[in-house]
């Protein structure tokens, strides 16, 4: 009996559910502003570097978007960050090839590098696919020499996410595991599944006590070309000039907006991505994308009158791509302040067509939340997981918040990510759109029933 009365209990709670959701994808898909957001991000500011004018600009751009939009507190939270600079134009050829002679190649210095300097550096090239191949030869082939990473990302995954993570720590840590060993440049095999003529940033480390050297990503079918030239011809030497250098730290911010809860206020639900992006393109995908995506969960929610338990507040977070000072100052000062949250959410994946999410928490929040899969079937949205939440949250985890990141399909994210491609033009209206209607059903339901 009792069994029979929570089920119809139940059965109407995904009723009168499902009938807020549908309200909601029908507000996104038919009169979102995310697109048109992303648009005056992107065009009116373009790529949003920590530290650069144009990262000061488009703070300014989010606390005036989400106080037009009438959130109930909007305000700046100050995190220092780190400024580094291009510098000037990246160049590269190969040299000396028996098969081509000279050539010039396109490459793109890494985040945080050191410059080579007017005139650039010429040396021979040692290629190796692992950190541990890199030890066995050890410093008496690799000193003097620039080390050329070439491992390729896995095509044989599905989710090119994991195809990333197995391949992102030759640039993430190469330079400095090549500098122990003498070598006086890098060149790094861009992030990429497919093949094109396209590099692709992102940020390295260097270490205390090893000297930094300079470090270039190249093109995936120049990284092919490049290796080829190498099987037949042991001469091949490399030619880089780069002009990057670190300008010390600057002040900037998270933009943080809020709707206040109406029964526990003191409870937070994060939604968020993250303002900064390379210098090159407009950071569109990564994370423009999720940035829109954050102020539109609220705003839909504000113009459906969905008055939430909890405070739901959207966090632009500076500095993921070269430092992540702005997801670890936001949980620092949570953690000061004695904040309780109750869940955090990042779209940091794209505004690519919705699948889902995945969840890194305990067995019982992934089932929570799969429990409300039925909800997301009219939607095409399936995916339910446990998994990683997001870089920006991640700091949160020790605090004992659930993560939740949103996923998109992934199999065009890499055509983009850190590249010169990643424009306005690059992302569907439509796509995006759903994202933030899928993101604003969850955070609706978690604060109905929490996790």
Not at 156 to 167: D, E, I, L, P, W
Request: with cysteine; charged share 25%.
């Amino acid at each position: 009996m009792s069994s029979c009365l929570a089920w119809g209990q139940s059965s109407r709670h995904q009723v009168k559910d499902s009938v807020i959701l549908k309200k909601i994808y029908e507000e996104a898909l038919a009169h979102g502003e995310a697109y048109d957001n992303l648009r005056s991000l992107t065009k009116g500011i373009g790529h949003r570097l920590s530290g650069s004018p144009q990262a000061a600009a488009a703070v300014e751009w989010g606390r005036q978007l989400m106080e037009d939009y009438g959130f109930d507190t909007v305000y700046l939270q100050p995190v220092m960050v780190p400024h580094w600079v291009r510098g000037g134009e990246d160049k590269a050829r190969i040299v000396g090839s028996s098969k081509v002679g000279d050539m010039d190649v396109d490459v793109i210095a890494l985040g945080n590098t050191v410059g080579t300097g007017q005139g650039g550096i010429t040396a021979p090239l040692v290629e190796v696919q692992d950190f541990e191949e890199l030890k066995k030869l050890g410093k008496k082939t690799v000193e003097g020499k620039i080390v050329f990473f070439n491992r390729p990302m896995d095509p044989k995954h599905v989710t090119t996410f994991t195809a990333y993570s197995g391949a992102v720590d030759q640039r993430g840590s190469g330079p400095a595991e090549a500098a122990k060993l003498g070598a006086v440049g890098v060149v790094v095999r861009s992030m990429h599944v497919g093949h094109d003529d396209v590099p692709h940033t992102g940020s390295t480390r260097y270490q205390d006590e090893v000297k930094p050297i300079p470090a270039v990503a190249i093109s995936t079918e120049d990284a092919d070309l490049l290796s080829s030239l190498m099987q037949n011809d042991e001469k091949v030497s490399f030619h880089m000039e780069t002009h990057g250098r670190m300008m010390g730290e600057k002040l900037s911010y998270n933009v943080i907006g809020e709707i206040r809860g109406t029964e526990k206020p003191q409870e937070i639900i994060v939604v968020s991505g993250h303002l900064d992006s390379w210098d090159v393109g407009e950071g569109a995908h990564d994370d423009g994308a999720g940035v829109v995506h954050a102020v539109e969960v609220l705003r839909i929610m504000k113009k459906l009158d969905i008055q939430p338990k909890h405070t739901i507040r959207a966090v632009m977070y500076m500095n993921e791509e070269n430092g992540l000072r702005g997801g670890r100052e936001y949980a620092r000062v949570a953690k000061e302040k004695g904040e309780v949250h109750i869940a955090a959410m990042e779209s940091d994946s794209g505004g690519f067509t919705p699948l889902g999410f995945s969840i890194d928490g305990s067995p019982r929040h992934v089932v929570k939340m799969q429990s409300w899969a039925d909800l997301f079937i009219p939607y095409q949205v399936f995916l339910f997981v446990p998994g990683y939440g997001g870089a920006d949250i991640g700091p949160l985890k020790e605090q004992g918040v659930p993560l939740i990141g949103y996923r998109p399909d992934s199999q065009r994210y890499f055509d983009y990510h850190h590249t010169a491609a990643d424009v306005f033009e690059a992302v569907d209206d439509r796509e995006l759109h759903k994202g933030a209607a899928t993101m604003t059903a969850m955070i609706y339901l978690i604060d109905k029933y929490g996790l």
